[in-house]
C-alpha cells in the first residue's frame, strides 16, 4: 500500500470530505473521491492498481478546476504537505 494511499485512509477516517493531493505538478484524487469526481470535472478515471482509482489535474489548470468545485459547494482540502 502507498504512502499516499494510507494518508488518504487515515484523513477519510477522521473527515469524510474530498481530498485533494498536491504532488508535484498535479492534484490527484484517489479512491472514492476520484470516483466522485471525475465525471463532475469531466476528468479520465484509471486504476492506480487493481483495486484503487485515480484523476487529477496540471496545476496549471487549477482555477477552472476548483471553480467548479467551489461552485457546486462540495466540501474539500488540499493536501500539499510531505507525506
Known sequence: MSKLYRKYLYLKS???????????????????????????????????????????????YSDKYFKIINNLNIEYKVIDKEF
Open 14 to 60: 477522521k473527515e469524510n470530505i474530498i481530498y485533494i493531493f498536491k504532488i508535484g505538478i498535479f492534484y490527484i484524487l484517489i479512491d472514492d473521491d476520484a470516483l466522485f469526481l471525475c465525471n463532475i470535472l469531466n476528468l479520465k478515471c484509471t486504476k492506480l492498481n487493481d483495486y484503487i482509482y485515480k484523476c487529477g489535474f496540471p496545476t496549471r
